[in-house]
């Protein structure tokens, strides 16, 4: 395993909710990305974006609605369009195989926390503590990544200081929300990482 991916590493297995079409083209390569659903086991479901080469799909059909496995990290970038999402989350694949089993959504990271941790409650009354990680990644560059962590765990990091290093596991978790624009209400979609584990690295 390399530095990078001990670092960030996502698998996930879902259905291909939409084929790949054209995303962007840097340094002579083309990426396409497609849309992919994962169910949880409480029956919902979470769309997450797949960016990849086309060198990988090159030899792979891939189809709606087939079941797939991918390999990859995490990755943010700022949508400077004035449309959609601000911060935009989607896994670069390294590695596709069409599969079948049950759904999989892992993420393992290690950053740094980039903004002051911010505790709050539900309307449950649950704990919800919301952090934002910057994971390093290779040429000097990283990724920001909204993360939420829940109970115990939260109230723990609620105390963490900018700077401090942390490790965590959890899931990418797609939500919608309702956001006043021009005075009418646009439905959007928010990306985080939901935490299952989380701990200071050392």
Same mark, same amino acid.
């Given at each position: 395993?390399? /530095?990078?991916?001990?670092?960030?590493?996502?698998?996930?297995?879902?259905?291909?909710?939409?084929?790949?079409?054209?995303?962007?083209?840097?340094?002579?390569?083309?990426?396409?990305?497609? +849309?992919?659903?994962?169910?949880?086991?409480?029956?919902?479901?979470?769309?997450?974006?797949?960016?990849?080469?086309?060198?990988?799909?090159?030899?792979? /059909?891939?189809? /709606?609605?087939?079941?797939?496995?991918?390999?990859? /990290?995490?990755?943010?970038?700022?949508?400077?369009?004035?449309?959609?999402?601000?911060?935009?989350?989607?896994?670069?694949?390294?590695?596709?195989?069409?599969?079948?089993?049950?759904?999989?959504?892992?993420?393992?990271?290690?950053?740094?926390?980039?903004? +002051? +941790?911010?505790?709050?409650?539900?309307?449950?009354?649950?704990?919800?503590?919301?952090?934002?990680?910057?994971?390093?990644?290779?040429?000097?560059?990283?990724?920001?990544?909204?993360?939420?962590?829940?109970?115990?765990?939260?109230?723990?990091?609620?105390?963490?200081?900018?700077?401090?290093?942390?490790?965590?596991?959890?899931?990418?978790?797609?939500?919608?929300?309702?956001?006043?624009?021009?005075?009418? +209400?646009?439905?959007?979609?928010?990306?985080?990482?939901?935490?299952?584990?989380?701990?200071?690295?050392?």
């Amino acid at each position: 395993m390399d /530095e990078n991916t001990s670092r960030n590493f996502a698998q996930l297995i879902g259905v291909i909710a939409a084929p790949p079409v054209f995303s962007h083209a840097s340094r002579g390569e083309t990426f396409y990305t497609f +849309p992919m659903e994962i169910a949880r086991l409480s029956g919902a479901t979470d769309t997450v974006n797949i960016i990849v080469r086309d060198e990988l799909i090159r030899d792979l /059909e891939l189809r /709606e609605a087939e079941k797939l496995s991918v390999t990859g /990290e995490l990755r943010s970038f700022n949508n400077k369009s004035g449309e959609g999402a601000k911060l935009v989350i989607t896994v670069f694949a390294k590695e596709l195989n069409l599969c079948g089993g049950d759904d999989m959504n892992c993420v393992r990271l290690t950053g740094t926390l980039c903004k +002051p +941790p911010n505790l709050r409650m539900t309307p449950m009354g649950r704990d919800i503590c919301d952090l934002m990680l910057a994971v390093n990644r290779r040429y000097g560059r990283s990724d920001y990544l909204p993360c939420i962590t829940w109970g115990l765990k939260a109230r723990e990091a609620s105390e963490w200081d900018v700077g401090t290093v942390v490790s965590l596991e959890g899931r990418i978790q797609s939500r919608s929300y309702i956001k006043i624009i021009g005075g009418e +209400p646009v439905e959007k979609t928010a990306f985080e990482v939901s935490v299952t584990d989380i701990s200071e690295f050392t």
